[in-house]
């Protein structure tokens, strides 16, 4: 007889992905790897072994893994170089977190000799996209199954029922609707769906629950510095800190502070808007620091270049194409510019602000002897101004006259 | 005997552009022509008719003009529909004022018969090349006289000395340096120099003119309403407002709740980095707002095309290309994607904050429908997404097995 | 009984779009109505009405129309006034026909009160998107047949066998295979498939329909002369013509001359590499000359910037983005830069080459006063060029003072 | 008594930079160092050394360099990565040149002290902008002279009786205007001035020096094949060869068949058009034939990226930023792309033309199972077209529902 087929599962442990492990094996007929990983989200993840046991997987197809470092030192970090933010705002803490568990997912396929891989996504969302793109970039003949898109359980009540058919224990507060759909990692926690579907009706306190209201943050502020090195983060205070690490702290500072609350109607990948509400905390105060270090430390002409590349470059991480050549070619572009971004932010948090007040660096090209108001001793000829406005300005006096003798 | 050339000056009135007023008078031997225009700087222009008149300059050659409609409809409010912040935040408050004075200087030269214009622009800012840049584009001919580029009285001694040898009289507090330099207008006020040229040192608080510190501002959030049509704001909370008069409004809000303070490191046209502090209360309102409503009503490919323009837009307003024919492209493209931005946006102001809560339109393109995690009546069939991503890795897999292969 | 639905099919009165039609009829039991048009294509349309008839089609249900006009002033030539050329090269022949049609299809539709539009483009190419996106861009509830993508007929004896068994008249030149695929119309033809498969063979000589070999061109160069009115072609050598016209006569000066050959391995939108061999005879020399009047009437900005939107225009047009927000607002740019695109271009023609000898324009902006080497009595003040110069390079060297000394 | 203070001159051995070695020496008091390099301008460079030393310059400050392969490898390919050409057409033969000059030039300065360098460029031109903002970038502390900017030799009988009186001798066919003014180097050949001042004109063939007239060149096309690794060019007909080899190579047959003549109108940095002849040969083969071996190594993300980026690219190194950080992160884009782009393209040269007619590599991203007509063995299901469709779309159809509705 032939050996089944294996498939791995992202696996949270959670009611979903235990009844897609479950219906994988009843009504695919395959073997099924769990593969759980901690990205911060803030819950233990070894509860997931037992319940992976309890549905007969064998420990040898059981993964549970610590990504954090990894997540934030090779996908959080890289994104914050290039200044990301997708249609404005969002910080891609989603996006930026799928790319990572594919690619263990992928992994893990090679190493236990799956030829499959499943996730929990659903057929409506930009996650199935994220996922898959990037296991095809990863393998390209892995197969994924999304059994979101395939199966008949797409309400909660045939769900829980197909669950207790399959003895899948059923939490108590899984039996009804939760009014709205979470997802979290160390860089963010987002929230849509049911509660939050008028985009007109302002999103319920309760919904948040990585930061405080900002009415109920501290009345005093609070300053803080980041250290920088060639543009990543590392320190806090003045005390050295791993990226995981640092951006833990600073999600704390920033749940205090209530800082980077969002809430924000986007346009999804697969064609039509959703409206999401998004804490970021630590994420929100680090980004407005790296900016601050960049202000000094980066020369204009790089900056300008980078500040035109983002929209693009934060848009291939929203669609999915973190593992794509030109997403690289991005990085590339991106990372070269950061050699000398190392120094100091000082940030004020308060109430839901996280302000630059003040920054320095080893490598500032910041010269107070040519911008001063007083008198520069020569570093700057100010007759250089003229011509340098006249030849700018020709073509316009070309134009002009032409249009005026036409 | 000839008569004596014109020069129409850019005067506010105080006692720099007096200086210059009699300096061009006396040394360049020009009947001087003043412009003064209410920008929304918070003073008076009147003023400055006794100062020129004082000057001996007749009446028919005081221009005093209030210039705050033209200024927020055809300057701020187009500049505003493309989101555009410099650098990632700055809201070119300084920028976007130039080229009008800079329009009327010209249009006054040729009432009057002058073939000179001048301003009182120093050589190290942008400003002189937005004055003299706007100036060349709409009058190829005109002449351009910056005194600061030219004179000797670089050092404030030596200007009041000159002040006081020609009769000008000069205020008390003029007398002293002052411990910043500022320029304001509707939109903003900025400050810079003297006690901000250390950008690691926080601004002193006494900086500030325009809005309250947050941590004075209200203890309660305060929430309102922006309604736009084609991607104006028309009306606050229910009340048609022209633009001067909503963005007047606003500004009277944002200082209220400390919205819109901005501590920025920023890189100048003429190779420079400078340190700026920026209140722009009533402006970082309506650009939240405007974003808000473009979430609903803009279209995906309108929305990203926009950011990726963006930058672009904006650097050239900061760099005083507003009259130039790539602005004009970029905003053709811009104004062709607000035909539909019509609809009303809910903001809550909170301690420096201004977030959007809610947003609706009759011409939303949000679709519960499609999004809804409930049933969606066949709106979206989840199917056609596995071809969708399927087509979309084809090229990565090709890839993968290319660099896998070879 | 109820009446059957109706179709509106692209029909070209070909052997393929016949039993499109036939099939419709019998598996999907709809009425259908035919539509085919006239784009230059270089064949007769007429005689797919007796094919029509024959299949039992009512004459009202017959549409066929001359749509050359149409497709050169709305089509091609606001394409061209961007300088379009997808990947480098191609000129977008087959890409910038499709929405025309597609926009006739929905049209017709609406007339005849059809739900449905059909096509004959296989689920391999760009063809069938474009079709699609632009019918869905025009009518959100339309609904579109693509048989190559749902029946069995896929292998040509399939076709062949269910062609005669359904009276479908098959010409004895379809009976074997043909050795590759083509598409025409007034800006060009293009061949794929079979013989063109491996990208490493050079194309034979018998694929070319619409040029001479360039080595069988005449001898002796040929000299002509194109007027732009507003960045349109409006002339040739002093005869004013309508667009059409004009195009058809390029035509046959770059056929005679062996002008506007291309050999091109392309990256389709549906995700794989395609080899194809495109003629485009006049389309070649009027892209040379737009590009040629442009040189002088074209500010540097705005020529720039086109340049940088170009890839991006051109790219949506071969996506099937035509229909699209992005698309216009890019095309509201650009049209409006060509104002005073107008004026006269010489171009040479020969075995291949076209080349631009000459340009003049009512609205030249280049002046030789500025650029000439001989005395330019003041329009040029060299010296400016330093203080240009020196601006310029300011960042620069404080960038290099900054590594030297960090 | 002080030592004199030394500059390095770029010399050419010709009148122009003789009179201003003798001017700087004579005029300014500098001790001259003078450089003069083979770049393949086609001269002899030994000659200099006889006039330099004939002006009395020891023979420790004269500086013969042999750079082509320099140029070639660490300038020219770079470049031809990117697939530049500066609007639309200019394959950017004289900008690319001036950087390395200005390289050697400053490190020369350093070797022998010296704090100036000089060069004969215009102060109308680009050349003035390239040689400095490069020197600059390396340097932030040398001097640049530029004689033609301050110096009152500006008509050809001044810097004749000039010369004459300061014992520099005059040959005499630089005793009269010449009709024309040249540059050359290994990969062009530009013309500009004079004769082809008037851009309706046509060339003069006597312009030309490095192609034949396309109607001399042979009546038989030539097939030739060239090898890339990586990214550029290492074989040409299966012979390995250095770059400059490779390029000078090309040069001949370009020349032999008159490939690479370009007639412009561009748009100068200093902001004025000027018309200029360009003969780039060689250049011209080689990056149709870059074009090509892309077209089956390069992905689609990769490749459209390329597109977007490449005229910021050109123009920087047209504006003279080539030791600019955002030319170098564009670089570093750019070059990450090339890894694979390794294989053989076959070209046909006839007549001034260059055509690809075959292209194939061992990481070809060309996939006939995919693309093939003929049955694919299931390499691509035409089913997934549908949904890839449909999504691509969905955000279309919401829009027009919105604008019939609205």
Chains 1, 2, 3, 4 share one sequence.
Do not use: C
């Not at 039996?175 to 160390?186: M, W, Y």
């Not at 769906?193 to 009706?201: A, H, Q, R, S, Y």
């Not at 590339?332 to 004020?348: E, P, W």
């Amino acid at each position: 007889m032939a050996q089944p087929q294996k498939v791995v599962l992202a696996y949270s442990g959670g009611l979903d992905t235990s009844v897609i492990a479950k219906w994988l094996s009843v009504e695919r007929g395959l073997e099924v790897v769990t593969f759980t990983a901690d990205l911060g989200q803030g819950e233990e993840i070894e509860p997931a072994r037992a319940k992976a046991r309890a549905m007969g997987i064998p420990d040898k197809h059981i993964f549970i893994e610590d990504l954090r470092e990894e997540f934030v030192r090779d996908f959080v970090f890289p994104m914050m170089r290039a200044n990301a933010r997708y249609e404005g705002d969002y910080l891609l803490g989603t996006s930026i977190a799928r790319p990572l568990i594919s690619k263990r997912l992928v992994e893990i396929a090679h190493e236990t000799g799956a030829d499959f891989i499943a996730h929990g996504a659903t057929g409506k969302g930009n996650d199935q996209v994220r996922f898959e793109l990037s296991a095809y970039a990863l393998d390209p003949d892995i197969k994924v199954i999304a059994p979101w898109r395939e199966w008949d359980l797409t309400s909660r009540t045939a769900l829980i029922a197909w669950a207790e058919k399959h003895q899948i224990q059923v939490p108590k507060d899984k039996r009804g609707e939760s009014p709205f759909s979470t997802d979290a990692n160390l860089l963010h926690t987002s929230s849509e769906g049911k509660v939050l579907e008028d985009p007109w009706e302002e999103t319920p306190d309760y919904v948040y629950s990585r930061t405080v209201n900002p009415e109920d943050a501290p009345d005093v502020p609070e300053y803080i510095t980041i250290e920088f090195a060639k543009g990543d983060g590392v320190a806090l205070n003045g005390d050295p800190m791993s990226p995981a690490t640092l951006l833990a702290a600073l999600n704390e500072l920033g749940r205090k502070h209530g800082i980077g609350r969002l809430d924000l109607v986007e346009n999804r990948f697969v064609g039509m808007k959703s409206r999401g509400m998004y804490e970021t905390p630590g994420g929100e105060i680090y980004a407005r620091a790296h900016r601050g270090i960049e202000q000094i430390t980066l020369d204009r002409g790089a900056a300008h270049l980078k500040d035109e590349l983002m929209p693009r470059y934060a848009e291939l991480i929203y669609n999915g194409f973190w593992f794509s050549p030109e997403r690289e070619m991005l990085q590339a572009a991106i990372d070269h510019s950061q050699d000398k971004v190392t120094g100091t932010v000082r940030l004020k948090l308060y109430k839901g602000l996280a302000s630059v007040v003040g920054r320095k660096s080893p490598y500032s090209l910041y010269s107070e002897a040519h911008v001063t108001f007083e008198d520069d001793a020569g570093a700057y000829d100010q007759k250089d101004a003229e011509g340098f406005i006249k030849l700018n300005g020709l073509r316009l006096r070309l134009l002009a006259r032409r249009n005026r003798d036409a």
